[in-house]
């Protein structure tokens, strides 16, 4: 166990409960102190959301800690059954019951004795996994549960829908921008002929899950939560899946076309007309995406040359990078993710496409790479924009985790064609905002800001270097956007030579070695 204040992904716990409350009447229970009950909190404020199923939390107190949970999990669990009537309850571990080796299988099986509802434990490892690999998990577990119970049952309608369908899998709460990307992903396939069978977890009802089968195929949206349940399902029911992110232009015209070719599959065996999607490709290509016009307009082509930094989740941090070098002509000198269990698969994305790759959970070596890089823009979570305004560097959310800004009310999907116009808006103001407080220096818009030029690691290495007044007041002669930078190649010069402090002649030096 690692100590951390600050972690990119959270606990398997967090995964398990955004799960659980994203289905309809689901309920879930855990085991912890007063404090660890935030997650309610946590729910409704950034989605703005009323009507949804709290999470109830067993609280370990003094005297669980003195005598054991004893009845405790059990009383619980039957009280929520004979208050709420779900249709499950999920008893999910936590830090807590994994040190105070709690048996929740035991409490679950004591409780179904008494309990209506179906009890089922969340079946994660505490210690090995994360919150998104938590939320997969989870995820398949409820289905696969559903579904063998509806086949044991002969309940199982296998049978395919008339008309060419699909399901949504991993649209979960506390998903970035998930909400919206679910409404586009509705409107895509819709557009192009294809019902939506049912969307999963979120606002799904489990009394439909022995329905999922009837789709023709799946569709994973995000690979951080869904990829488990779509394997799953085409073990065990002969269900394709589409994993590809419809993020970008070429990306979303990748995921059409293999939509077409799947739906294709069908309706030969079907004796049905056989469908094309180009047409509908190339006009929401050319009317309904800007992002195409924009990547050719001069604004665009101003940004050649400009190099950028990206970090999130595996999804999203190679889907930017993407649209960034093969759709913007913009260069990216490293992209990276925390998503270590799927390192893999991002570095076969990405690669080709920049520089380095960066795999890590750790923030400090996140902060310390894009220091190095001095880029002109930075597009990552919330800790990178902080890191950002800490360098002076501008950045771009484009993935989880984030602040509650991030959960805005508008219509703002990161998916399909509607989704490329509303990324080349913060791609476009991210490499903009160093001219545009160039600008307000020149014209005395507001005061200059230090700039912090010493890595953003906390181990001790870094010495601190004086400046003189004169010294001082040479950056302040050249442009905003372009003083961190001088500043810190100043010092690094002074660092090599071995000068605690900083003249007028020593920035002259600095500044003819720099452009020999």
């Known amino acids: ?46 989605e703005r959301e009323r009507d949804f199923t709290p999470v109830t939390a067993s609280v370990v107190d003094r ?7 004893q009845e405790k999990v059990i009383n619980n669990i039957s ?37 209506e509802s179906d009890v089922i434990p969340a079946d994660v490892n505490y210690h090995r996994v994360n919150e998104p690999q938590a939320a997969d998990r989870t995820l398949e577990q409820i289905t696969r549960f559903h579904l063998d119970r509806a086949r044991r049952r002969g309940s199982l309608d296998r049978s395919v829908t008339n008309a060419p369908s699909a399901n949504i899998i991993g ?16 409107r895509l396939p819709g557009e192009s002929g294809i019902a939506v069978n049912q969307v999963i977890p979120e606002g799904g009802s489990l009394k439909y899950l022995k329905d999922l089968p009837r789709a023709w195929f799946n569709t994973v949206p995000h690979r951080e939560v869904g990829l488990m349940t779509a394997t799953f399902l085409e073990k065990e029911y002969g269900m394709p899946y589409i994993s590809i992110t419809p993020m970008g232009i070429s990306n979303t015209a990748d995921f059409i076309a293999q939509i077409g070719k799947l739906v294709n599959v069908w309706t030969s065996a079907l004796s049905e007309k056989r469908l094309n999607y180009k047409l509908y490709v190339d006009n929401q290509t050319k009317f309904v995406s800007q992002a195409a016009w924009f990547s ?19 999804t999203h941090a190679a889907s930017i990078t993407k649209i960034l070098v093969k759709e913007m002509g913009i260069r990216v ?8 269990h799927d390192a893999e698969r991002f570095n076969e994305q990405v690669q080709g496409l920049c520089d380095e790759v960066i795999v890590t959970e750790d923030h400090t070596e996140v902060g310390d790479t894009i220091a190095r890089i001095e880029p002109s823009a930075i597009f990552g979570t919330q800790m990178e924009r902080h890191i950002g305004k800490r360098i002076d560097i501008p950045c771009g959310v484009i993935s989880s985790p984030v602040h509650i800004q991030n959960f805005p009310l508008g219509y703002r999907p990161f998916l399909g064609y509607e989704g490329t116009n509303q990324i080349a808006d913060p791609i476009y103001n991210s490499f903009n905002l160093g001219m545009e407080d160039h ?44 003083r ?33």
């Open 1 to 46: 166990m690692k100590l951390a204040y600050w972690m990119y992904a959270g606990p398997a716990h967090i995964g398990t409960l955004r799960v659980a409350s994203s289905f309809r009447n689901v309920h879930a229970i855990m085991h912890a102190p007063l404090g660890d009950d935030y997650f309610n909190v946590m729910r409704s404020t950034p």
């Open 63 to 69: 005297h669980v800690l003195a005598r054991g949970s």
């Open 79 to 115: 009280r929520k059954d004979e208050e709420q009537h779900p249709d499950l309850i999920v008893s999910t571990p936590t830090c807590t019951s994994s040190i105070l080796q709690e048996d929740l299988q035991n409490f679950v099986d004591r409780a179904s004795l008494s309990s």
């Open 171 to 186: 649209i979960s709460t506390l998903g970035f921008h998930n909400q919206h990307d679910c409404r586009e992903l509705k």
């Open 296 to 314: 050719k307009s001069i604004d665009c082509q101003n940004l050649a040359g400009k190099e950028a930094v990206i970090f999130g989740d595996a």
């Open 333 to 340: 000198s490293c992209p990276g993710t925390y998503c270590k």
């Open 439 to 482: 600008s307000l220096d020149v014209f005395g818009g507001h005061d200059t800001k230090g700039v912090s030029t010493k890595s953003l690691s906390t181990d001790g290495r870094d010495i601190n270097i004086n400046w003189t007044p004169e010294a001082e007041s040479e950056p302040n002669k050249i442009p905003g956007f372009v």
């Open 484 to 516: 961190g930078r001088t500043k810190k190649n100043t010092e690094v010069y002074a660092k090599q030579i071995n000068i605690p402090e900083i003249t007028i002649d020593v920035t002259y030096a600095a500044k003819e070695k720099s452009s020999s």
